[in-house]
């Protein structure tokens, strides 16, 4: 059961990296470092270095959350830790 549970965990927090690592590109890079290069590209009229500034990394983020969300309940299934 020990091992179950390592292996439970290890790939939880895999998940955890990579979606963060998604958030943080989109929301940093995305948003603030690449903001310039990106706003030569225009979407519906708007820059679209603005736009992930404003609303690309709140979509992202609420994405996400949906993602994880899915994805656990998947491991929790897996693992036979579910409620």
Do not use: C
Not at 4 to 30: D, G, K, P, Q, T
Request: net charge positive.
């Amino acid at each position: 059961m020990k091992g179950n549970l390592e292996e439970y965990w290890r790939r939880n927090v895999r998940l955890m990296v990579v979606l963060l690592s998604i958030w943080a590109l989109v929301s940093y890079v995305f948003g603030i470092l690449l903001v310039e290069q990106l706003n030569a590209v225009r979407i519906g009229g708007f820059p679209l270095g603005f736009w992930f500034a404003q609303q690309g990394s709140i979509f992202t983020f609420v994405i996400l959350i949906l993602v994880y969300v899915l994805r656990m309940r998947k491991l929790d299934r897996e693992f036979d830790v579910h409620e």
